[in-house]
């Protein structure tokens, strides 16, 4: 996996240079970044020029060919930041390690998302942010039947298209508090949270926690 | 669809209601002139895509070989004009934005050659242009639809458990 990942590096930006269109989507979701933050799958860094400045963020990648090129990006970036060559599905931080965890177009390509999601709930403190910016299997038959057999050459490139991200959100105990389309119901904005009882959920006499933001360090 | 879940009874977030601020103001303000330029790039490669695909699949037909293969090779071929087409717009389009639709017009449109072909019909090549662009207007049209559908959805979801 990291091997494909390490060769798609060299092309990446050109291939998944569409920000101009999905840009201000993604500008939109990734503002609402608090506290410590940790982003997975950070590529070559191109969703970095949409992070707000002055944050705190852990950026992660399978590959080291994508982090040596996403180094230069996060030298620009005004804020602090890390990057670190590490495995989504076996984060090496303590539990309740961050206040937000966010994606961009990662989960697609996680080989194993049940454990990566059980990963970024694990990392996340109590009423933590989950922010996903991910492209899903849609619920057209028609669009969904293409994305199947886009999925059967994608496949081979570390890429799966028809993915039920929103499924294994829940699952993983997440509660979703939005979801907005970008592109049908294929490219999907999403915000998620860790709840503060047991099994996720919010207890309905715990004080809102939903969208509260919390302070910056 | 989404099934979109907000606990009962809570407001929306600040940030959200600051996206969704965001979302208007992008799409009133400087936002409407880059939702024509990709309503427009849609529209031309989807058309470009059509033509492709049904011109190749015209192209494999007037080889006479038989029926059957003749379908497979003309789906081959319309595929792989997508997949070229596809990739060079990419950087603009989006790469799944360009892909999805266009990979359902290159599946259609040379299906439709097939079948005149089937019904004895022997289509000229303008003819098979034609086809092309109608299949990718009414992809184009289904799009626009649907996603105008998608995202109502989600907004009348959103709004049923707040």
Same mark, same amino acid.
Request: with cysteine; glycine share 6%.
């Given at each position: 996996m990291t091997t494909v990942w390490d060769l798609r590096a060299r092309f990446y930006d050109v291939c998944e240079g569409s920000d101009l269109r999905r840009g201000p989507s993604k500008k939109a979701l990734l503002r609402d970044m608090r506290g410590r933050i940790l982003f997975v799958g950070v590529g070559t860094g191109l969703d970095i020029l949409h992070?707000?400045?002055g944050r705190t963020i852990v950026g992660i990648d399978i590959s080291e060919a994508m982090l040596l090129k996403a180094r230069h990006r #996060?030298? #620009?970036?005004?804020?602090?930041?890390?990057? *670190?060559? %590490?495995? %989504?599905?076996? *984060?090496?931080?303590?539990? #309740?390690?961050?206040?937000?965890?966010?994606?961009?177009?990662?989960?697609?390509?996680?080989?194993?998302? #049940?454990r990566a999601f059980d990963e970024f709930y694990r990392v996340l403190r109590p009423g933590?942010?989950? *922010?996903?910016?991910e492209h899903v299997r849609s619920h057209n038959r028609l669009l969904g039947l293409a994305l199947d057999m886009m999925t059967l050459w994608t496949r081979w490139g570390g890429t799966e298209m028809n993915r039920d991200t929103l499924s294994s959100v829940r699952t993983a105990g997440f509660r979703i508090t939005s979801c907005t389309s970008v592109f049908l119901d294929i490219i999907l904005?999403?915000?998620?949270t860790k709840g503060l009882g047991a099994q996720g959920e919010i207890q309905a006499s715990a004080p809102a926690p939903i969208g509260t933001p919390t302070p910056q360090p | 669809m989404a099934n979109v879940i907000r606990r009962r009874g809570a407001s929306p977030s600040p940030s959200d209601r600051r996206n969704e601020g965001t979302r208007k103001n992008s799409k009133d303000g400087s936002g409407s002139g880059w939702r024509v330029f990709f309503l427009t790039g849609d529209f031309a490669f989807l058309v470009c895509?059509?033509?492709?695909?049904?011109?190749?699949?015209?192209?494999v037909h007037a080889l006479e070989w038989a029926f059957v293969p003749t379908c497979l090779l003309s789906m081959g071929a319309a595929m792989a004009a997508q997949i070229v087409l596809s990739v060079m717009a990419s950087?603009?389009?989006?790469?799944?934005e360009s892909m999805v639709p266009s990979m359902i017009v290159a599946m259609a449109s040379p299906m439709a050659i097939c079948a005149f072909h089937l019904a004895g019909q022997e289509p000229s090549r303008s003819m098979a242009i034609v086809v092309g662009g109608v299949v990718a207007m009414g992809m184009f049209v289904?799009?626009?639809?649907?996603?105008?559908?998608?995202v109502s959805s989600l907004r009348k979801e959103r709004a049923k458990v707040t």
């Open positions: 992070f707000p400045p #996060a030298s #620009a970036y005004p804020g602090r930041m890390v990057l *670190l060559r %590490a495995d %989504a599905q076996k *984060l090496k931080f303590p539990d #309740a390690s961050f206040d937000t965890v966010a994606t961009s177009c990662t989960m697609c390509s996680v080989p194993d998302p #049940a933590g942010r989950l *922010l996903m910016f904005s999403i915000r998620a | 895509v059509g033509v492709a695909a049904t011109v190749a699949a015209h192209m950087p603009i389009l989006g790469s799944i289904f799009v626009q639809i649907y996603g105008r559908s998608c």
